[in-house]
């Protein structure tokens, strides 16, 4: 049995997560990561297993050129020993897409519990209807849906395998109890949080250490959510957290808390946990997601707070010494002229403060509920203005990528109505 993984830096947090997971389940295989596509072609040709299963991951925006990837590394090597499977928020959102696509499986939901499961059924040639969380190809071409895989506490698995080279930011919260209607990650992971125990955080500090890793990060939804299952911060647990990853890591260690990969939310964003944050972390900026400057449309999105937060935010976070990264998204629906005015003024108000302005463009992605939403039109006026922050030094973003990604998501998503009937194993 071998695994080759199509590996790219964009996605892999979590492919390590599945490395983890088989080295946690002892199915472990061997393993082949391609970072090109003839790389991966490569690897398959050149494994002598006789089953080859290749994972790939990848988000929405990507979903056209991986498929044309995958049939890049098909014309390389198609082999009947292989099979390729699509993972990850698209392929759980879009499973008939991804087989018609050309994959031969996708997985559903959560990997971990369906990587390994799947693996143990390749090796004793069991059926894959019987392997939980899957899309398998039906007869006809149909995505055949497998029972739901389990979602397991946090501490089930860790966040990367026990091996250097695969090292990364340890997951500390998973899922979102704030639904908001733009957001793959609730619908993907459900709308409540579940929290890694600190053990197990620590755990994963030591193994870093332990091969000479002196900087941790932390993928989370929220920062300032963890240990919580409410809207108010408990930074009685989020003390225990970071304080404990310091005991771990040595001397010149350093823990990163609320910048990239993960955000703080405007309202969480007070001169107490700033200071928490102060006496802890050694990032000198903080991301926090404000998405629109109108309470209209932030009412709409259903992101809990409206625009007066985000200011305050900001003010707070540059007072305790923080330089804070704010998430803008425009085009999201149904916003008007004077939403986008709006935004635009709070920005440049931000950006006097001292923020730089992070740039988003709207895409009705798969899975939330405005997947089928239009994108609102954004003149050339707020494009000017857009660029006009950038030049300054105070905005940044891939809001035009974005934009032509949105158009070919909306495509896609009139070529695959959301009502059409799905197909499981136990239909008849």
């Not at 050149?46 to 990848?58: G, N």
């Not at 030591?206 to 002196?214: D, F």
């Not at 309202?267 to 050694?282: F, G, K, W």
Request: proline share 8%; aromatic share 6%; hydrophobic share 40%.
């Amino acid at each position: 049995m071998s695994v080759v993984v199509r590996y790219r830096r964009a996605v892999t947090y979590g492919v390590n997560a599945l490395l983890g997971a088989l080295e946690t389940a002892k199915a472990e295989c061997d393993l082949r990561l391609g970072t090109t596509p003839e790389e991966t072609a490569e690897h398959i040709a050149a494994s002598p297993a006789d089953r080859v299963l290749v994972l790939w991951s990848f988000y929405s925006p990507d979903a056209e050129a991986m498929a044309a990837e995958l049939a890049t590394v098909r014309a390389l090597a198609d082999d009947p020993r292989v099979l390729h499977i699509a993972g990850g928020v698209h392929a759980t959102a879009e499973p008939q897409q991804v087989i018609d696509a050309g994959w031969d499986l996708a997985a559903i939901g959560e990997g971990e519990p369906t990587i390994v499961a799947l693996v143990e059924a390749l090796r004793a040639d069991r059926p894959l209807t019987g392997v939980p969380g899957l899309a398998v190809r039906d007869g006809d071409g149909t995505a055949l849906r497998t029972p739901p895989a389990p979602q397991l506490p946090l501490d089930a698995f860790p966040s990367f395998p026990d091996r250097r080279r695969h090292f990364g930011p340890i997951e500390i919260t998973r899922g979102c109890a704030y639904t908001c209607r733009f957001c793959q990650t609730p619908f993907m992971f459900g709308g409540r949080f579940r929290h890694r125990g600190v053990d197990s955080v620590r755990e994963h500090v030591r193994r870093m250490a332990a091969h000479g890793l002196r900087d941790v990060r932390f993928i989370t939804p929220t920062s300032l959510s963890y240990g919580t299952q409410g809207p108010e911060p408990a930074l009685d647990a989020v003390e225990e957290l970071l304080a404990g990853v310091k005991e771990e890591l040595p001397a010149d260690g350093r823990v990163f808390f609320g910048s990239f990969p993960s955000e703080i939310r405007p309202e969480h964003v007070t001169p107490e946990a700033m200071r928490l944050l102060r006496r802890y972390v050694a990032n000198d900026n903080i991301i926090i997601g404000a998405q629109s400057g109108s309470d209209r449309v932030l009412a709409a999105a259903g992101r809990g707070h409206g625009s007066a937060p985000v200011r305050d935010a900001v003010r707070i976070a540059v007072e305790h010494g923080f330089r804070p990264n704010v998430d803008f998204i425009f085009g999201l629906p149904g916003e008007s002229p004077e939403d986008q005015d709006a935004s635009l003024r709070l920005a440049a108000d931000l950006a006097d403060l001292g923020a730089r302005i992070h740039t988003h463009t709207f895409m009705p992605l798969p899975g939330t509920p405005w997947r089928d939403a239009e994108p609102a039109f954004i003149p050339l006026a707020t494009m000017r203005e857009l660029d006009r922050l950038a030049q300054r030094g105070d905005a940044y973003g891939h809001w035009r990528k974005q934009a032509e990604h949105a158009a070919r998501l909306a495509e896609t998503a009139k070529a695959y109505p959301r009502r059409a009937r799905r197909r499981r194993t136990t239909d008849n």
